[in-house]
């Protein structure tokens, strides 16, 4: 079945995609919901299905070692549709899906229940479903279990997204970056493909405070926020660490070309001010680059060598960026 894209279609893909769940590691408290549903339900396949563009990726599942489907064959790209769940008491006499490869070929779906993952915001974002491989009747007791249990699932995926998104600059958290690090490096080293990361420290960022006020503090951290992702493509993520430290991913990019968007990131926040009453305060930041190679056993290695270059570039004089494995010139500071 082709997808017609519409500007639901635009605004629910939108969603998904803004909860960064898509090909995570599995999580525990996922996990836990599945396992109960399958108890409960005495079905022998429980997943939480997430419908992506042409697919259907499984963040938790029990009883299938299947981590995704094609859209075009889902049960869930239809339990989408509406806000009600989806059930099919035998797959082989419903006209819509008895000549499913799902269902004449494994895993021999006969039984499926799905209810939609709705978020706040009203999309429908993919299912809880349970599956089972001879025809079944549920009871509405059952249902309205399934349908508590797909409320959990929710609630998961929007807290998970509240702990992975700093409230006050909008960019990543520690949490959230290690998440879609883990990924990013993980591909790189599949596909051979240059990583870098760009760690950043505001300048003198205590004197803001001390000066000025926290309140004051937070506008210049939200305005550095906004001048890196400004600066940054589409693939690339920021995330904040702490304090006035962030950090930027840059994928399929070599140490050269990190090189480039971090002097740009600088010159764009040495060149802005933040207006806070009758004030302008203007901030610099500090920069270590580093890319990764064959020796790196995980980003963590990355990031300590972009530190030290950091390090290095606060040492010299501040405001500028240092590449990692550089001996850096000290810069005179007025």
């Not at 906004?226 to 660490?241: C, P, S, T, W, Y």
């Not at 680059?289 to 300590?304: F, H, R, S, V, Y």
Request: hydrophobic share 40%; proline share 4%.
């Amino acid at each position: 079945m082709e997808c017609r894209i519409s500007s639901e279609e635009t605004a629910r893909m939108a969603a998904l995609h803004r909860y960064n769940i898509l090909d995570t590691a599995p999580e525990e408290s996922f996990d836990r919901i599945t396992r109960l549903a399958k108890t409960v339900l005495q079905t022998p396949m429980v997943m939480v299905s997430l419908v992506d563009a042409d697919r259907q990726w499984f963040k938790s599942r029990q009883g299938t070692d299947v981590t995704e489907t094609a859209r075009s064959i889902s049960f869930c790209t239809h339990t989408i549709q509406t806000d009600e769940p989806l059930i099919v008491p035998d797959a082989l006499e419903n006209p819509k899906f008895c000549n499913s490869p799902l269902v004449l070929g494994p895993p021999h779906v006969r039984f499926y229940i799905g209810v939609p993952l709705i978020m706040h915001d009203g999309c429908r974002i993919g299912a809880l479903c349970a599956v089972d491989t001879k025809p079944r009747e549920l009871s509405p007791e059952h249902i309205a279990v399934l349908r508590d249990l797909a409320r959990l699932v929710v609630d998961e995926i929007e807290l998970r997204q509240i702990a992975t998104t700093d409230s006050l600059t909008g960019v990543l958290t520690r949490r959230g970056f290690d998440i879609e690090i883990n990924r990013e490096f993980k591909r790189a080293e599949r596909h051979s493909h240059d990583l870098s990361l760009i760690a950043v420290d505001i300048d003198h960022f205590k004197k803001v405070n001390d000066t000025y006020g926290h309140p004051a503090g937070d506008l210049v951290l939200k305005a550095v926020a906004a001048q890196i992702k400004q600066m940054v493509r589409g693939e690339d993520f920021v995330a904040r660490l702490g304090g006035e430290e962030f950090v930027v991913a840059l994928p399929e990019t070599n140490a050269d070309q990190a090189m480039v968007v971090a002097e740009k990131i600088r010159e764009a926040i040495a060149g802005a001010t933040v207006q806070v009453h009758s004030v302008s305060i203007a901030v610099t930041s500090s920069f270590g680059i580093a890319c990764g190679n064959d020796q790196d056993e995980d980003w963590n290695m990355i990031l300590k060598k972009a530190d030290t270059a950091l390090y290095d570039a606060k040492k010299t004089g501040r405001n500028k960026c240092v590449r990692a494995g550089e001996q850096p010139e000290a810069r005179l500071v007025a």
